[in-house]
């Protein structure tokens, strides 16, 4: 059984730049959050995404969209790259019925912005 | 709003010495409360959780966790440290209405000396 897997593993790219990263969820999950990670810093929200719809967001500015498929998986696309965006972008899967239930996590994308 | 704070940025202990890394929450409902691990260039994995059942809640490699509700707190221990704890420990908070967003501390080091 297949956990769940991201791509790019490592990217980089220029200020100013888009790029799009691709997540695809454990089997049997159908919710896919999205977080990311700056160096020496706990996971932050990005948004969650449930039947093919953003069901929740955190903080984070429009330049951050999603986006979930039919079968489960997930894009996270940031537009114009600022040097802040560089960090650990982590996907992570769930089971919407189960409150309180584990998240599962991908290793991540980690993105440079030069 | 639900938020976790974690004490010490970087915990040290020797080999077979008493893990204790601590971590109190803030939530006006009834948390879901988690501790998760992060190797190097990896994902989190899943400790431990707290959904209310028991509030000694014993979790993989060793580690258990004491929900107090009285104290806010949800500290995690193990008696006997391992080189291979060496990692960084998130506690992390949700709630049952919350559609599983996760809000994660920003997460304590732990580094064990032979």
């Known amino acids: 059984d297949a956990g769940v897997t991201q791509s790019p593993t490592h990217l980089i790219k220029t200020r100013g730049q888009q790029v799009t990263l691709r997540c695809s969820p454990k089997s049997g999950h159908d919710t896919v959050s999205w977080y990311q990670q700056a160096l020496g810093q706990g996971p932050q929200f990005i948004f969650q995404?449930?039947?093919?719809?953003?069901?929740q967001r955190g903080n984070f500015p429009d330049r951050f969209s999603g986006h979930q498929f039919p079968n489960y998986s997930s894009e996270l696309n940031v537009n114009a790259l600022l040097l802040g965006d560089s960090a650990l972008y982590l996907c992570?899967?769930?089971?919407?019925?189960?409150?309180?239930?584990?998240?599962?996590f991908g290793e991540g994308s980690r993105l440079t912005v030069l | 709003a639900q938020s976790v704070t974690q004490l010490g940025s970087h915990v040290s202990v020797s080999e077979g010495a008493l893990v204790l890394l601590r971590c109190n929450y803030s939530?006006?409902?009834?948390?879901?409360l988690f501790w998760y691990v992060q190797y190097p260039n990896q994902g989190l994995q899943l400790l431990l959780k707290?959904?209310?059942?028991?509030?000694l809640v014993k979790g993989i490699n060793g580690f258990e966790a004491e929900f107090k509700k009285s104290e806010t707190s949800f500290h995690l221990t193990k008696p006997s440290a391992h080189m291979s704890d060496a990692a960084e420990y998130f506690c992390a908070v949700s709630y049952s209405g919350g559609y599983q967003k996760v809000t994660f501390g920003t997460g304590t080091k732990l580094q064990v000396i032979p």
């Open positions: 707290y959904t209310s059942a028991a509030t």
């Open positions: 992570a899967s769930s089971w919407d019925r189960e409150y309180g239930g584990e998240l599962f």
């Open positions: 995404y449930y039947e093919e719809e953003e069901r």
């Open positions: 939530s006006s409902v009834p948390p879901y």
